[in-house]
Nanobody, 128 residues
Framework: QVQLVESGGGSVQAGGSLTLSCAVF????????MGWFRQAPGKEREAVAV????????NYPDPVKDRFTISLNDIANTVYLRMNSLKPDDTATYYC?????????????????????WGQGTQVTVSS
């Protein structure tokens, strides 16, 4: 079955950087939406970055725009999330997720329920 494996989480001081990786197995990322989501204690899970693997188009919500970058290595079938200028508010468990094959992108229009495949999550803790 499809498997997503995240890595790269950890603890960092405010202003620091981390790069998360999401290796995807048994799903070829040709025309899929890939998303990074996060969930902080007591809060709902939210999307922080999405990418359409067909053309590399990306989308970010305002709180992370210009700080987070999602990218794809299609040879390695791996998606990355580079996080710069981290803030304590970025502390959360981060998850990657994948859709099935999609004819068109517009990944920013999707909700969590549109992603059938999820990783196990990786913890990011940002201290002040």
């Amino acid at each position: 079955q499809v498997q997503l494996v995240e890595s790269g989480g950890g603890s960092v001081q405010a202003g620091g950087s981390l790069t998360l990786s999401c290796a995807v197995f048994r799903l070829t990322l040709s025309r899929n939406c890939m998303g990074w989501f996060r969930q902080a204690p007591g809060k709902e899970r939210e999307a922080v970055a999405v990418i359409y693997t067909r053309d590399g188009s990306t989308n970010y919500p305002d709180p992370v725009k210009d700080r987070f970058t999602i990218s794809l290595n299609d040879i390695a079938n791996t998606v990355y999330l580079r996080m710069n200028s981290l803030k304590p508010d970025d502390t959360a468990t981060y998850y990657c997720a994948a859709t099935t094959w999609r004819r068109s992108g517009s990944c920013y229009t999707l909700s969590e329920g549109d992603y059938p495949y999820w990783g196990q999550g990786t913890q990011v803790t940002v201290s002040s």
